[in-house]
């Protein structure tokens, strides 16, 4: 069984053509008012398949992979990285993300969204259904889940080291277009897993799932043939 863990203020709709596509998927339910990685760890346990799973991690939701992975290592089957990173906190960036909180204070909620959303997309993907379903969940999430996420974000462990320990078949996967989690970051984290595939899909962004359904789908398919231990 897959799980699919979502990325900051995404909820199960991120995964919509992927739960379409794989009758084993299990699609984390939220995070509640979490505030930290190692918290939302714990709660994607508890709505974890009994046993060992194949573990998927978008955005935000890759860096919670890592941390499942640290708590239960025997669990996880397979672990696919995408649109993610492994990097410490970078210069500037917890002030850079106060100031996208602060346009959610002093402009609304749904400003906040459109200008993080819109780059996180391909250009060319920003005119479709898809997107404006996305806007739709992000900006049901709400100011007070950003602010929680963005806290756990900005507040993240080490997990760079957690690289080289992943022995399990690895999926890591970006958007050519991903402005935010950018193939060479991906080609990086790669290296450091003993048995990474890397795949760079053509024409997307960061919301890779609803960008480019079917070629996501395809590297899962392939991803799930792999042998496991």
């Avoid at 978008?58 to 089957?77: I, K, N, T, Y």
């Avoid at 959303?117 to 739709?136: F, Q």
Wanted: glycine content about 6%; hydrophobic content about 45%; charged content about 25%.
């Amino acid at each position: 069984m897959i799980l699919f863990l979502p990325g900051l203020i995404c909820d199960r709709s991120i995964y919509a053509p992927q739960i379409a596509a794989f009758s084993s998927a299990r699609v984390v339910d939220g995070y509640g008012m979490a505030d930290t990685l190692p918290e939302m760890a714990r709660i994607a346990l508890k709505q974890a398949p009994e046993g060992r799973f194949d573990l998927f991690g978008h955005s935000m939701g890759g860096r919670v992979a890592l941390e499942v992975f640290r708590l239960a290592p025997e669990r996880v089957r397979r672990i696919a990285l995408v649109s993610t990173g492994a990097h410490p906190v970078q210069p500037n960036e917890p002030e850079k993300r106060e100031a996208l909180k602060a346009v959610g204070y002093n402009h609304g909620f749904e400003q906040l969204v459109d200008q993080w959303l819109a780059p996180m997309v391909a250009e060319a993907n920003r005119s479709t259904d898809a997107y404006r379903e996305m806007r739709e969940m992000c900006i049901a999430a709400g100011q007070d889940v950003f602010d929680a996420q963005i806290h756990a974000l900005v507040n993240r462990p080490e997990q760079e080291s957690l690289l080289s320990e992943i022995e399990c078949p690895a999926l890591v996967m970006t958007g050519e277009l991903d402005i935010w989690a950018p193939p060479a970051q991906h080609e990086a984290m790669a290296s450091r897993i003993e048995d990474a595939e890397l795949v760079v899909v053509s024409g997307a962004g960061h919301m890779i799932m609803r960008e480019a359904p079917e070629a996501v789908n395809d590297a899962i398919s392939g991803w799930l043939e792999r042998p496991a231990a």
